[in-house]
């Protein structure tokens, strides 16, 4: 299956792209994708991601009503990209993600975990998996659900990296 051929936006290239899941996953400009969010979905997952002209990206993949909070984000072909695992018991609400559909500790690519246990708009730190001291986060995701959207930094810094808006946010 051939993938999309991303559209360059009319946002400024990216200085110095970091790949931390896949180089094939890369792009030296900014692609507009939607997150497209079904609903009543419970044993398929209930998000997907497509490109402007609709083909579909990526889909999440995982029943949300188990014991495992689990989930594997697939790429347009079905092919497991990555696995997302809530961490039991957490006061931060931890998730980690692996490569693949592995849950193995040697599979670690980074964890999650919200900044503050009481937030009025979501703040997590992003931590990679060499990152063991967790001393300062690899990057910060600033957003909110309501607003339908998040920006995601370089560290601490005011670098940004990556980001939603509201207007590529949609139901179905």
Not at 42 to 66: H, P, R, S
Not at 69 to 88: S, Y
Not at 111 to 127: C, N
């Amino acid at each position: 299956m051939a993938y999309p051929v991303p559209v360059p936006s009319s946002s400024t290239p990216l200085a110095n792209p970091v790949s931390i899941i896949s180089p094939h996953f890369c792009a030296p400009y900014p692609i507009d994708l939607a997150i497209i969010r079904k609903v009543l979905t419970i044993t398929d997952g209930n998000f997907v991601v497509t490109d402007i002209n609709g083909n579909i990206v990526f889909k999440v993949k995982g029943a949300f009503l188990t014991i495992r909070d689990r989930r594997v984000l697939v790429d347009a072909a079905g092919n497991p990209i990555v696995t997302l695992k809530k961490k039991l018991m957490t006061a931060h609400d931890r998730w980690q993600v692996f490569r693949g559909e592995s849950t193995e500790p040697s599979d670690l690519l980074f964890s999650a975990k919200r900044s503050s246990m009481f937030q009025l708009k979501t703040k997590l730190d992003v931590f990679l998996a060499n990152n063991t001291s967790e001393e300062v986060c690899d990057f910060k995701v600033k957003g909110s659900w309501l607003e339908r959207s998040c920006v995601v930094y370089a560290g601490e810094s005011s670098t940004i990296v990556a980001q939603v808006r509201s207007l590529l946010f949609h139901h179905l």
